[in-house]
């Protein structure tokens, strides 16, 4: 007859009750990495959504006439704007709110380029923040 001690009962409930701990670690940190990528791709996309806003502008500096009035032959500019907005992810109580930084800057003047950069700045819980950026050149009149 094969009988179990109280002792050997107690370390086999040990190590079943740290293999069941090590399980629910692991699940909750496949689920707090899961949030992050998605907080990470939707921020990507508000970095690329504020960089094709700023391509879309119309640049065309050889426009005729010139008379036509003010920005019209510019309306991208050298400049720098923010953006603030939600990320749009499924969420538990508050959205996430985040800081969208678009900044338009002349690389050349012949041929004219201008370089387009959109920085997206995001929090998850208390690990700080990040940022994802996008960034592409332009010529004018495309």
Same mark, same amino acid.
């Given at each position: 007859?094969?009988?179990?001690?109280?002792?050997?009962?107690?370390?086999?409930?040990?190590?079943?009750?740290?293999?069941?701990?090590?399980?629910? =670690?692991?699940? @909750?940190?496949?689920?707090?990495?899961?949030?992050?990528?998605?907080?990470? @791709?939707?921020?990507?996309?508000?970095?690329?959504?504020?960089?094709?806003?700023?391509?879309? +502008?119309?640049?065309?500096?050889? +426009?005729?006439?010139?008379?036509?009035? &003010?920005?019209?032959?510019?309306?991208?500019?050298?400049?720098?704007?923010?953006?603030? =907005?939600? @990320?749009?992810?499924?969420?538990?109580?508050? =959205?996430?709110?985040?800081?969208?930084?678009?900044?338009?800057?002349?690389?050349?003047?012949?041929?004219?380029?201008?370089?387009?950069?959109?920085?997206?700045?995001?929090?998850?819980?208390?690990?700080? &923040?990040?940022?994802?950026?996008?960034?592409?050149?332009? +010529?004018?009149?495309?």
């Amino acid at each position: 007859m094969c009988g179990l001690s109280l002792l050997e009962v107690l370390i086999s409930m040990a190590v079943l009750g740290m293999v069941f701990a090590c399980v629910i =670690a692991a699940l @909750l940190t496949c689920s707090q990495n899961a949030e992050w990528s998605a907080r990470s @791709l939707a921020a990507q996309s508000m970095a690329s959504q504020g960089l094709e806003q700023a391509r879309s +502008a119309k640049w065309d500096p050889q +426009a005729w006439p010139q008379s036509i009035g &003010p920005g019209l032959a510019d309306e991208l500019g050298v400049t720098n704007y923010v953006q603030t =907005a939600t @990320l749009a992810i499924p969420y538990q109580g508050q =959205a996430p709110i985040v800081t969208n930084l678009v900044s338009v800057t002349t690389v050349s003047s012949n041929p004219p380029i201008r370089q387009i950069r959109s920085d997206c700045v995001w929090t998850f819980m208390s690990r700080g &923040p990040f940022t994802n950026t996008a960034i592409t050149l332009r +010529a004018a009149d495309q």
